[in-house]
T-cell receptor
Framework: KQEVTQIPAALSVPEGENLVLNCSFT??????LQWFRQDPGKGLTSLLL???SQREQTSGRLNASLDKSSGRSTLYIAASQPGDSATYLC????????????WGAGTKLIIKP | GAGVSQSPSNKVTEKGKDVELRCDPI?????LYWYRQSLGQGLEFLIY????????KSGLPSDRFSAERTGGSVSTLTIQRTQQEDSAVYLC????????????FGSGTRLTVV
């Protein structure tokens, strides 16, 4: 059974720092992995989608990597800003399900001005 | 449309009333998903549509919950005889039909049952 873990559960860093959020999954048989952010009381915003054949994706200050064989993904945020404060969720799409995503519990990120 | 649209954004209802939540997916997205998120909790899968069919309704919490999708587009989630434990943010997402595509979420409907 696929399980997704995100560490740390919470992270607080000063503005301007580069930081890494971690996501691990137990079964490498996935179609893709997607990173989302969620602001309090809001919906989810898709940040990056990495297909199983890809190693990384970049969007602005965000870079997500995928090491399928080791069951790990990282989300790198460069030059963090207070507006980056949110909960970051990763989700994998397993090959044994044609639609379901398996979700991590999220990392709550606070960027201190 | 440009994104997934959900309405209303907020709904306060009295216990025992019925409510309807609407989701308008991205044009051309054949797959549509409903999730629920209670305060401080993770995402709870409710139902999945492929076109107008719902292959998996296993996440619906009780028979008070139902959902339909018409024309392969708009979906409505109906909760009958609402209870206080139904209070949550209801999120809708859509995607293209293949396994390689990602989800796009709407902004959600915050339901409060008083």
């Amino acid at each position: 059974k696929q399980e997704v873990t995100q560490i740390p559960a919470a992270l607080s860093v000063p503005e301007g720092e580069n930081l890494v959020l971690n996501c691990s999954f137990t079964d490498s048989a996935i179609y893709n992995l997607q990173w989302f952010r969620q602001d309090p009381g809001k919906g989810l915003t898709s940040l990056l989608l990495i297909q199983s054949s890809q190693r990384e994706q970049t969007s602005g200050r965000l870079n997500a990597s995928l090491d399928k064989s080791s069951g790990r993904s990282t989300l790198y945020i460069a030059a963090s800003q207070p507006g980056d404060s949110a909960t970051y969720l990763c989700a994998v799409r397993p090959r044994d399900s044609n639609y379901q995503l398996i979700w991590g519990a999220g990392t709550k990120l606070i960027i201190k001005p | 449309g440009a994104g997934v649209s959900q309405s209303p954004s907020n709904k306060v209802t009295e216990k025992g009333k019925d409510v309807e939540l609407r989701c308008d997916p991205i044009s051309g997205h054949t797959a549509l998903y409903w999730y629920r998120q209670s305060l401080g909790q993770g995402l709870e899968f409710l139902i999945y549509f492929q076109g107008n069919s719902a292959p998996d309704k296993s996440g619906l919490p009780s028979d008070r919950f139902s959902a339909e999708r018409t024309g392969g587009s708009v979906s409505t989630l109906t909760i009958q005889r609402t209870q206080q434990e139904d209070s949550a943010v209801y999120l809708c997402a859509s995607s293209l039909g293949g396994q390689g595509y990602g989800y796009t979420f709407g902004s959600g409907t915050r339901l409060t049952v008083v």
